[in-house]
Nanobody
Framework: VQLQASGGGLVQTGGSLRLSCAAS????????MGWFRQAPGKERELVAA?????????FYADSVKGRFTISRDNAQNMVYLQMNNLKPEDTAVYYC?????????????????WGQGTLVTVSS
């Protein structure tokens, strides 16, 4: 699976962005999908994850609950991260990832496949 993330950019505090992750090579309808981020000088962290069957199970980091929403469109082989009420601490490179096991994304921070990152910068 090849993953291509896009949609990052510069936004002011309180603004919104929608990240997209386009998958190719094979369908993602059997993969659990996640969005990770890594800020300068910090470890990579899981932001949100969604299970393979289209959203019956989701995970959000406490820092983004109520502000970010992960979704997927298996027919289009796409995964999205809607980010609202952005804060400067959300500034990071965001990566999409795919794994056969949901717990691998949530518990281990690992994934079978990674996309390249897209930079999100939130100005204060």
């Amino acid at each position: 699976v090849q993953l291509q993330a896009s949609g990052g950019g510069l936004v002011q505090t309180g603004g919104s962005l929608r990240l997209s992750c386009a998958a190719s090579g094979r369908t993602i309808n059997t993969y659990n999908m996640g969005w990770f981020r890594q800020a300068p000088g910090k470890e990579r962290e899981l932001v949100a994850a969604i299970n393979w069957s289209g959203g019956s199970v989701t995970f959000y980091a406490d820092s983004v609950k109520g502000r970010f929403t992960i979704s997927r469109d298996n027919a289009q082989n796409m995964v999205y991260l809607q980010m609202n009420n952005l804060k400067p601490e959300d500034t990071a490179v965001y990566y999409c990832a795919a794994d056969k096991l949901f717990r691998s994304l949530v518990n281990g921070g690992g994934a079978d496949y990674w996309g390249q990152g897209t930079l999100v910068t939130v100005s204060s």
